[in-house]
Each structure stands twice: as structure tokens, then as C-alpha cells.
């Protein structure tokens, strides 16, 4: 699972978090980071800030659909924007879906086994 965000803290903890859960997590400092550097390996899922200086997260989730890496990978909007405004904006960028940072864990953790169902443990 690749983590998209500028902030450390927070993306440091959801990793942490998932971890726990069974998932591998690599997590990448903004949006110029995220396309600078080609994956170690394809992920299962992006989880991607969308509020990010310099490239945000619809630039990033439009570029990632263009590279061959991440053409068909889930990415699910993480972020605390409205939500009407990540899915009219989304759609363009072909974000998979959306997640109000703040809100119980447990339905980011739903939407990440409905979208990218586990194979095994460390997926």
C-alpha cells in the first residue's frame, strides 16, 4: 500500500496502523515525491491526500493513471475536503474513492478491503 501526503505525522500513524491490520505500507512525502520516484513495486491500493502544496492529490491521481504502474491500482481519496468537491473533481483525475480524514479508521479500513481485497496476510 503506497501512503501519499505532505504531512509525516499523520501518514506515519496510519501505517503504524496498518501495519497491524496485515498491510505492507511505503509512505511518500507529497505529490512531487509520489511521481518522482517509480515504485519499488506495484501496490495494491493508494491512499492519497488530496490537499498537498506544489502538486495535489487530483494532479498525482491523474498522473498515476497515465503511468503504466498505476493505471488500474485503486487510489482512494484521504482528505478532509468536502466530500461533493473530491467526487465532482475525482471523477476527472479517476479517483476510486473517498475517505473524510477524522472519521473512525474502520471505514477507511472497509473501503480498503472492498477495493483492494486481501490475498493474504502482508499484502
Not at 497491524?20 to 509520489?34: H, I, K, N, P, Q
Not at 487510489?75 to 473512525?104: C, H, M, P, T
Amino acid at each position: 500500500m503506497l501512503i501519499v501526503d505532505d504531512d509525516r505525522a499523520g501518514p506515519e500513524a496510519l501505517a503504524a496502523v496498518l501495519v497491524l491490520e496485515g498491510f505492507r505500507t511505503d509512505v511518500v512525502d507529497g505529490g512531487r515525491s509520489a511521481l518522482k520516484a517509480p515504485p519499488v513495486s506495484t501496490p495494491h491500493i493508494v491512499i492519497l491526500d488530496l490537499e498537498m502544496p506544489l502538486c495535489d492529490g487530483f494532479t498525482v491521481a491523474a498522473a498515476m493513471r497515465q503511468s503504466t504502474g498505476y493505471s488500474v491500482v485503486p487510489i482512494v481519496a484521504y482528505s478532509s475536503l468536502d466530500e461533493a468537491e473530491v467526487i465532482e473533481r475525482g471523477k476527472e483525475a479517476q479517483i476510486d474513492g473517498f475517505r473524510r480524514k477524522g472519521n473512525a479508521l474502520s471505514c477507511l479500513f472497509e473501503l480498503i478491503d472492498y477495493m483492494a481485497p486481501r490475498r493474504s496476510a502482508g499484502s
